[in-house]
């Protein structure tokens, strides 16, 4: 039973570029939500996806923006790129609404 | 708006020996949830421990307890016997339990190291 997998695991980008991060979540789960780590900080909340729509949103500018499929997996998209969105990005997946959220092994995002 | 707070950046414990991670949160809510989630190295989170806050018993894990302070806003780690696969980043995490609110808000983190 595979759990949260996320593509790529490393990514480099210039600023200014645009950025599509994939998640799928573990088997059985149809809620991801996406967050942001920063170096030697904990993790943000960007956003979450649940039935296809975006149900939450955190304190990130709509140059955020993502897409949940029918199959439940996510693409996380990031527009216009800062230096400031170098940061590894969490997918965590749950059943439902459910409390427990499992964390797939993050993508790194280096803006140069 | 929920905030959850780590006082210790780093900690280091003796093999075998129990170290306490301290960490405090403010919120209005009276349904929710805490966790504790491990980071090691190698980046996969890992959920350690979890509480509801409406149960006063402290939840276990094998070698992790909490200690849940409802009124105190305190939510402590006890890792007991600590191994060397215990190094890894601890956050500490809140999570509203009504209206279908998943939103997990993270603490900055405690680095332990366990020294052999």
């Known amino acids: 039973d595979a759990g949260v997998t996320q593509s790529p695991t490393h990514l480099i980008k210039t600023r200014g570029q645009q950025v599509t991060l994939r998640c799928s979540p573990k088997?059985?789960?149809?809620?991801v939500s996406w967050y942001q780590q920063a170096l030697g900080q904990g993790p943000q909340f960007i956003f979450q996806?649940?039935?296809?729509?975006?149900?939450q949103r955190g304190n990130f500018p709509d140059r955020f923006s993502g897409h949940q499929f029918p199959n439940y997996s996510s693409e996380l998209n990031v527009n216009a790129l800062l230096l400031g969105d170098s940061a590894l990005y969490l997918c965590?997946?749950?059943?439902?609404?459910?409390?427990?959220?499992?964390f797939g092994p993050g993508t790194r995002l280096t803006v140069t | 708006a929920q905030t959850v707070t780590q006082s210790q950046p780093e900690m280091s414990v003796q093999e075998a020996e129990t170290v306490t991670l301290s960490c405090t949160y403010d919120t209005s809510e009276s349904n929710y949830y805490l966790f504790w989630y491990k980071q090691p190295p190698s980046r996969q989170m890992i959920l350690v421990i979890r509480q509801e806050a409406y149960k006063q018993q402290n939840a276990t894990e094998n070698r992790f307890s909490v200690n849940f302070q409802k009124a105190a806003k305190s939510f402590s780690l006890k890792i007991s016997d600590s191994q060397l696969g215990d190094t890894a980043m601890y956050f500490c995490?809140?999570?509203?339990?009504?209206?279908?609110?998943?939103?997990?808000?993270f603490g900055t983190g405690t680095k332990l190291q366990v020294i052999p």
């Open positions: 965590a997946s749950s059943p439902g609404l459910a409390e427990e959220q499992y």
């Open positions: 996806y649940y039935e296809e729509e975006e149900r």
């Open positions: 088997s059985g789960h149809d809620t």
């Open positions: 995490a809140f999570m509203q339990g009504s209206g279908g609110y998943q939103k997990v808000t």
